[in-house]
């Protein structure tokens, strides 16, 4: 069995940054992607960061030059940065994952976190 388990979310004041971190355990063979997403109340689900294996991050458009995607792929740990924090940016974030498992169906199977709460206000 595989989980993503995140860290690191809570309330921060406009214009403060976060470290959001997730690591996945259990079965792993190999992880393609790391990343982020999020929801905002009453907001669809939204890309806030993502990054493949060997890769370059990619990043949502409302993020970009505020929030910094790495991975340590010793640990299998996706980090986010996040600075410059607006009301805006406040969110469940979820780590997503596509990971193949062993045992396991052939190819990578996607998995998400449970979600943590980031909280952006005065």
């Known amino acids: 069995q595989v989980q993503l388990v995140e860290s690191g979310g809570g309330l921060v004041q406009p214009g403060g940054s976060l470290r959001l971190s997730c690591a996945a355990s259990?079965?792993?063979?190999?992880?393609?992607?790391m990343g982020w997403y999020r929801q905002a109340p009453g907001k669809a689900t939204e890309l806030v960061a993502q990054i493949i294996s060997g890769g370059t991050p990619n990043y949502g458009d409302s993020v970009k030059g505020r929030f910094a995607v790495s991975r340590d792929n010793d640990k299998n740990t996706v980090y986010l940065q996040m600075n410059s924090l607006r009301p805006e940016d406040t969110a469940v974030y979820y780590c997503?994952?596509?990971?193949?498992?062993?045992?396991?169906?052939?190819?990578?199977?996607?998995?998400w976190g449970q979600g943590t709460q980031v909280t952006v206000s005065s």
């Open positions: 259990g079965s792993i063979s190999d992880i393609y992607v």
């Open positions: 997503n994952a596509h990971i193949m498992t062993t045992p396991g169906p052939p190819g990578y199977v996607e998995f």
